[in-house]
């Protein structure tokens, strides 16, 4: 497991800023862990099964 930040979060899911925001507020997406005072990032583990949940609740 590994970190990623906001940018490569943005391009493996496809979603905008806002929309991940909106969706954490909802909590239908992986919440943010804080790295330091002003640093934020995704576990790239809970970002990989979010999206394999989509997968599969799409089919």
């Known amino acids: 497991m590994y970190f990623i930040k906001l940018p490569a979060v943005m391009a493996k ?3 905008g800023k806002s929309s991940i ?3 954490m507020a909802e909590n239908r997406f ?3 862990i ?3 005072p002003r640093a934020v ?4 583990q809970l ?3 979010w999206m394999a949940e ?3 609740s799409s089919l």
């Open 21 to 23: 925001y909106a969706m």
């Open 30 to 32: 992986p919440k943010n």
């Open 13 to 15: 899911t496809g979603l």
């Open 54 to 56: 989509r997968i599969q």
């Open 47 to 49: 970002i990989d099964e």
């Open 41 to 44: 990032a995704w576990s790239s």
């Open 34 to 36: 804080k790295l330091g």
